[in-house]
């Protein structure tokens, strides 16, 4: 069996070299040159643990990186979809591409697996036509099915080799080949969605759910500060109860899932007023500790603040819709390139931000040292590990300030009061 992936982000290159290391014939295909180019060189432009070496061994067994769709017995659709807001939908033109690519190599009996996350329809009212264009019969001719990936970034290999999946397939042959060519891939469960539309619409209602509870957790905080209640201890209480469960408060919701994936179920009809509800709370958090940040420092006016972590969670390397980063442009200008547009962003202070793991070029990123000199207050935007042992008197030692802002819980709030610290919390 041979399997073509259209698509080496984070998820394609990940499920190519899982495949390849587990003894399938892969081929691994993206429209981007550079992907390519670097690939080729070794250097896949994801940085977890173990990812690299497991890439350089599917490259170098059976992994082939092509420049060209080819023919295989399976093809493996593994695209983004960003939210094209202008227009308040997904963007499904690099599906509709991929569609085509796999359309003009594909034969009888193949079988087409879409993993994109996809607004509810998009395998059989989008894909599935153009699949079609070439005269073979989807369903008859060849097999179709939506199985989406549901792995943690910073986690990627693990859960891909855990996770249960969700197969959702056009028909019973469509869903067998596909539960067979995921079962030895992973130690979870595989479980039969009545078509691809409910595997489609099961993913976005786990991300939606994740949304929504987050945003609960950040209401519970608002609440919190304003009843001078510790927010983590009433969560840690609360979530003794048997049917309780709550999720951290933080600096608002990043990255590329669960701030765009509510909107893919947007269907017109003002039935996600609690999703779209959940991400205003959201959305209003970076805002929301700027003026915590203001209300201890008495005004931003002159001062200089140092962001530490603007990926959007602690631990990757990924900067997208990151909550560190829409501080750090409220406070002022952070960009090499033109200001990112932040509404009602301050600007009045001067910014210096740090991230020991973000790689985005266009960022200002200085040194921990560099970053923290001369700065009033400190503001941690993400969780990384290299935080949570930050010496405290060496900071302070180097800072104008005393103030530091820490809604993701990464240090000893005590042992930074202890040095003398005026320690700000969500
Ligand atoms: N966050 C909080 N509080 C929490 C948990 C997360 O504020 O208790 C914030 C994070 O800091 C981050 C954002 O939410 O800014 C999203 O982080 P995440 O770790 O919750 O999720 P992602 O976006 O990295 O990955 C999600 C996962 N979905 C679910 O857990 C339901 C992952 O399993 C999916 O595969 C991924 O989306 C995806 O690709 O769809």
Known sequence: MTVCVHGLGYIGLATAAHFANNGTEVIGFDVDEDVLERLSEGEPAVSEPDFETYVQDALEG???????????????????????????????????????????????????????????????????????????DVGDDVELGYTPETVMPGNTLSELRTNDRIVGGVDEASVSAIETLYEPLTSGEIHVAADPTTAEFVK????????????????????????????????DLATNHP???????????????????????????????????????????????VRMLEDAISTLHGKTVAVLGITYKGNVSDTRN?????????????????????DGGWGESSVTIHDPRATDSR????????????????????????????????????????????????????RWADYGFDVQTI
């Open 62 to 136: 059976n992994l082939a990186l092509s420049r060209q769709p080819q023919p295989a017995d399976v093809h493996l659709i593994c695209v983004p979809t960003p939210y094209d807001e202008m227009n308040g939908e997904a963007d499904l033109s690099y599906v509709k591409d991929a569609g085509r690519n796999v359309a003009g190599v594909l034969r009888p009996g193949d079988t087409v697996v879409l993993e994109s996350t996809v607004p509810p329809g998009t395998t059989t009212g989008v894909l599935a036509p153009i699949l079609s264009r070439g005269g073979l």
């Open 322 to 342: 990151s909550p560190g980063l829409k501080i750090a442009n409220l406070l002022g200008d952070v960009t090499t390139e033109e200001r990112t547009a932040m």
């Open 243 to 289: 049917r309780v469960d709550i999720l951290d408060p933080g600096p608002g919701v990043g990255g590329h899932c669960l701030p765009v994936d509510p909107h893919f179920l947007s269907d017109g009809t003002g039935a996600t007023e609690l999703l779209d509800v959940a991400s205003q709370v959201n959305d209003r958090m970076p805002e929301h500790l």
């Open 363 to 414: 960022l200002q990123l200085v040194s921990l040292e560099a970053a923290v000199d001369g700065a009033h207050a400190v503001i941690f935007g993400a969780a990384h590990d290299e935080f949570a042992d930050l010496d405290p008197e060496a900071i302070g030692s180097k800072m104008s300030g005393q103030t530091v802002v820490d809604p993701v819980d990464v240090i000893d709030a005590k």
């Open 204 to 235: 976005l209602a786990q991300n939606a759910k994740r949304n929504v509870s987050i945003a609960y957790a950040n209401t519970l905080a608002l609440l919190a500060e304003n009843y001078g209640v510790d927010v983590r201890s009433a969560i």
